[in-house]
């Protein structure tokens, strides 16, 4: 663990007390993993992390829409496509993206999926891979050929925290959620890992998402089936946050089902995932690149749901609302701007504007809440924005977090 | 002048060294113009500004395309519309926006019309007006009310200076810009005044952008070759910056000809208010709030001409690349993955990436320039980005600059 406690955020600390003691945030029976140091980046860091399901899983994956596509989401979305959804294991490695690397990248990709598959006795298409770190940048293919087969000795089941540690980057804390199941007696979990903090603005369609995420079950779901709940639960949680806007190369979700577990109601495996994403969603917005304060946007009154939520990422992107929340400044006329700016048709007139249940505009006008009510509702931990267009009955919402001095200063000196 | 010229940057003093001393940059004949003090914002500054054509002007104007417009905004279109394109004056103030300021806003502004055009005993649809500040607050009337008559009786000829610098709100320095045109022995001046520094990403269309202009000539113009002028003149030159991708509630240009010195040839005053136009647009960038690098992105070999600017302008916006930039970074990977972000189909193989005229990516993957020279090209004053995408023969350009910590400083505390 390479998390100094004392330097975490109330989230961080609650997400790694969490990840550490909670008995559920483990994998679920069918799995096992193991992580190890290929100084990628830095010497020393737990850098490379792979999950084993022996008897194979039925898998599922989302994957990034962004044309200039690393070479593992490359290769993972043609695996899962030749192998009709199953896998063995899944490799991810952090500190190099392996994007923009040309047939050099997709050739390197492939030496450590072969270099797995042997030790497993498999053949390639089932190991699916991701990497996550500097685009551009060629992978350290040799120090990561040394360390497979120490991985494969190590691997033991158990809690999700070494694998959730090792695929961090600019992470400050593990992230990791749970959720157990029960049908007829017996029991599964469903519980996932997720890295990011920065160049989130996840937008993934199914095979063809730096955003790493891996949702684990011992529930047995078929392929097809936990492709469609994977969508839906990604659409309702990585698909309503954002950080900066940046949508990476390399964003992928993943689920495994290894059945170990017996039959569920697919209702009750599909809930769960929803939830577990929507966790993981949440944990990595939290821990947005300079996080000091989060941004919730709740659209009502909208004509369409597509409607309601352009505006509420409208809002939630706005470098100026963002940079408002940060310096806890009730300038609520950024968050009317950003609306207006939508592209979505709307009149000021209908809207109704509330921050932290405080009214701010209203009946066409700025409402005459007292300056220090205005104050403390933009100086909350997660500043609550409501916004309601007057228009009809559908609603969305849309999470972020305050643009700060610390995430420029990190990301200005991010490969140097 | 509330300008520290020892704080300048080397931008700002230019600028203020042109609009100080470069004998063109003053009002054409036919125009004059007055500041006064309303203490809008702050006790002191000049935050009130009119231009006066006592003859009346041809005239045209460009507005935000934000649906949260500004009441000022609204009334000015209106104004456009009843005249058919025709103003006496035109009035404007920093320090309050009035934008989303309900009936009570509109009628503030109306007031201030009307004192003017009692003034100018003209109409009150002869006047054009507009605001720039803080939304949602509701404008200081009766100050500026009193203001109006000594406003009147200090209309002077002469330099843009006074009139570009009170309508200045974050700007650094005071924005002018001038053209002379010659036609068989006769001259007019084009001439214009800008201001902008943050709430930049214009977006605008005719009698319909808080960037504000005005451009103002002696030639004679009938309103709808102006209006036509001034369309293509914004659409090459303020539709092509972004500061922060906040389009604003009252971005406006106004264009004005008095006709002072007869008729010239179409072409010649449309390129020249192209050319004004366009030096106005870069000084506003060369200003944003926080400015320390500048970004020029030019994308060619596009199928059409829309998908050139779509690339530019998705790239010139990423938050990533403009840390980047703003740290000397050459992390050159997150230009590829703006761009494969942008919704443009493309291929990363056709690629190719200079920056500053330096190889970084070509024939498919990155090329093997050394360190110090990437780094040198990502630390210049003006970070020139160059992407092909091996599609066609179209190609456009947009303008933004690094964002920076003290962009998020002065964001983060602008009202209170």
Redesign the interface.
């Known amino acids: 663990m390479s998390v100094a406690v004392e330097e975490l955020s109330t989230h961080g600390r609650a997400a790694l007390e969490r990840a550490s003691r909670d008995p559920l945030h483990r994998l679920p029976q069918g799995f096992v993993a193991a992580t190890a140091s290929a100084a990628i980046k830095k010497p020393g860091r737990q850098d490379m992390a792979i999950v084993v399901c022996p008897d194979g899983a039925a898998a599922a994956g989302m994957f990034t829409?962004?044309?200039?596509?690393a070479a593992p989401v490359q290769l993972s979305k043609r695996h899962l496509v030749m192998t009709r959804g199953h896998a063995h294991a899944i490799l991810i490695n952090s500190g190099c993206?392996n994007?923009?690397?040309?047939?050099?990248?997709m050739s390197r990709a492939i030496e450590c999926v072969e270099a797995v598959a042997r030790e497993l006795d498999v053949a390639a298409e089932a190991i699916l891979v991701n990497s996550t770190g500097?685009?551009?940048?060629?992978l350290p293919v040799e120090r990561m050929l040394d360390q497979i087969p120490g991985l494969m000795q190590r691997l033991v089941d158990g809690p999700l925290l070494p694998f959730a540690s090792a695929i961090m980057t600019t992470d400050t804390y593990p992230k990791t959620a749970a959720i157990e199941i029960e049908h007829e007696g017996r029991r599964a979990i469903v519980s996932g890992v997720a890295k990011g903090a920065?160049?989130i603005?996840p937008?993934m369609s199914p095979p063809q998402a730096t955003m790493i995420s891996a949702i684990f079950t011992d529930a047995d779901v078929e392929p097809r089936a936990l492709q469609t709940m994977l969508g839906d639960a990604i659409d309702q949680s990585f698909h309503r946050i954002s950080i900066?806007?940046?949508?990476?190369?390399n964003d992928s979700v993943f689920a495994l089902a290894s059945g170990k577990a017996g039959a569920f109601p697919e209702a009750k495996v599909a809930a769960a995932m929803r939830a577990v994403a929507r966790e993981l969603a949440l944990l990595v917005v939290r821990d947005g690149e300079g996080f000091e304060r989060g941004i919730e946007v709740k659209v009502t009154g909208a004509k369409t749901k597509a409607d309601a939520l352009t505006v509420a990422k409208t809002i939630a992107s706005?470098?100026?609302v963002r940079?408002?929340v940060?310096?806890g400044?009730?300038?609520?006329?950024?968050i009317?701007?950003?609306?207006?700016?939508a592209g979505v048709?709307?009149?000021?007139?209908d809207l109704t504007l509330t921050v932290g249940g405080v009214d701010?505009?209203r009946?066409?006008?700025?409402a005459d809440t007292p300056l220090p009510d205005r104050?403390r509702v933009f100086r909350e931990p997660l500043v609550a924005i409501h916004l309601d267009l007057g228009q009809g009955h559908a609603s969305d919402e849309f999470f972020s977090c305050?643009?700060?001095?610390s995430?420029?200063?990190?990301?200005?000196?991010?490969?140097?």
């Open positions: 829409r962004n044309l200039v596509c993206a994007a923009a690397t040309g047939a050099e990248g500097v685009i551009g940048v060629q920065g160049m603005h937008d900066d806007g940046d949508t990476s190369t706005s470098l100026l940079c408002a940060t310096g400044d009730p300038n609520w006329g950024r009317l701007a950003a609306a207006g700016r048709a709307l009149d000021i007139a701010l505009f009946d066409g006008a700025p104050e305050g643009l700060t001095e995430y420029v200063r990190l990301n200005a000196d991010y490969t140097t």
